[in-house]
């Protein structure tokens, strides 16, 4: 239903937040112009978490579950793709 779909955004970008981050932390002043797209990039996905729990993203009961599965499979498609 909806709030499913509308949590998989939340939790992916909850996800891809926490990479971001640790991406824009470990870049060096030398890579401004790296730095400043990728933190463009987090912005954007910080605001389709925020649209996704104001259309009614919840993690209340069986979602809290959900959530953790989405979580899961997004870092783990993060840790494959820094792999290959």
Do not use: P, W
Request: hydrophobic share 35%.
């Amino acid at each position: 239903g909806k709030k499913a779909a509308m949590l998989c955004t939340a939790s992916v970008e909850e996800v891809i937040d926490k990479h971001y981050k640790k991406q824009i932390d470990r870049l060096e002043n030398d890579e401004a112009a790296l730095k400043e797209k990728i933190i463009k990039f987090r912005d954007d996905e910080l605001n389709h978490k925020d649209i996704a729990y104001e259309a009614g993203a919840t993690k209340e009961g069986f979602y809290s579950i959900f959530d953790k599965i989405i979580k899961t499979g997004s870092k783990l498609a993060i840790n494959i793709s820094e792999k290959i």
